[in-house]
């Protein structure tokens, strides 16, 4: 059976059948699978049966995978996997409980980001916990010209966790270890960034507390706030927005963080209804 690619609905998501995660796809497979992502910017693959190493492996096609800056919640055996659980075992959390519960980019922090995400469902709860989408390539396309203009050439400052409010429990000064907070310095990149592989542009500026926005070099503060107030409003609306609802264990979900954005709902499920997922994120290249 080969490679087939089906769109979900009008979204810019694509569900992909054909191929068995756990064999390793070969050349040609690969081949086709890395065309769909650059394509798409998210690929939904359901029923696969992966152990930790093998998903370490198909992540491994996608570059050198990058262990999450906080280490409790790395897997014992695979640190370039993230644990992602709104579950309790013995006395303490079995994973990040909320991760990315707000619009963000992975590792958009890092001079060097993120690449891809991979997720791969251990339990999915029989509702909630959706994960949501933004394809910030078509938003930057319909921003109005004068936006553009202003945007050209801009770079903005972000540092991981960064707030005003140092007391917020989210901020780096609560959550990161001082080893953790040395591991994570300001860094700048540009507003609008141009894919490396496709040359198309797209929106690289993200409001969640994770990415850590402090705003944009040269202006104003008051000024950038209300540019970037105005740019998340754009991003955000519907037309640029799609929900992806899990399905069950064996649901792998994976996307460019290069051109999108997304937002985990974990933090709306109550606490019998359990999310269990691994997570991986490959280094991708500085943005320019």
């Known amino acids: 059976m080969s490679l087939t690619a089906r769109r979900l609905g009008d979204s810019f998501v694509a569900e992909i059948s054909g191929v068995d995660l756990a064999q390793g796809p070969d050349d040609s497979t690969w081949a086709e699978l890395h065309r769909a992502y650059l394509e798409h910017k998210v690929l939904y693959l359901p029923g ?4 930790a ?16 800056t906080v280490r409790m919640y790395r ?12 579950r309790v075992e013995t006395g303490r959390p079995k994973g990040i409980r909320d991760a990315g519960s707000h619009w963000h980019s992975d ?14 469902a251990l339990e999915i709860p029989d509702e909630g916990g959706d994960t949501l989408f933004c394809d910030m390539e078509a938003a930057y396309a319909a921003l109005p010209d004068d936006l553009k203009v202003l945007l050209e050439g801009r770079r903005q400052a972000v540092q991981y966790r960064w707030h005003r ?24 990149h540009p507003a609008v960034r141009t894919h490396p592989e496709t040359g198309r542009k797209a929106l690289y500026l993200f409001p969640g507390i994770t990415s850590g926005v402090k705003g944009i070099i040269g202006m104003d503060p008051a000024e ?16 640029f927005v799609h929900r992806f609802k899990w399905s069950g264990p064996g649901d792998l979900l994976l996307w460019d963080n290069r051109c999108t954005m997304h937002h985990a709902t974990t933090d709306r499920l109550p606490p019998d209804r359990h999310r269990t997922l691994w997570r991986i994120n490959t280094r991708g290249t500085v943005p320019a």
Not at 53 to 68: A, K, V, Y
């Open 165 to 188: 409010d140092r007391g917020h429990p989210e901020s780096r000064w609560k959550l990161l270890s001082p080893e953790e907070q040395a591991e994570s310095p300001e860094v700048v």
């Open 75 to 86: 897997h014992p055996e695979r640190p370039g996997i993230t644990i992602l659980s709104n």
């Open 48 to 51: 696969q049966r992966l152990t």
């Open 53 to 68: 190493e093998q998903l370490c492996r198909f992540g491994e096609r996608f570059g050198e995978i990058e262990p999450h």
């Open 224 to 239: 950038s706030d209300a540019l970037l107030a105005q740019i998340w409003a754009h991003c955000t609306q519907e037309r």
């Open 107 to 120: 590792y958009s922090y890092k001079a060097v980001p993120a690449n891809v995400t991979i997720l791969y």
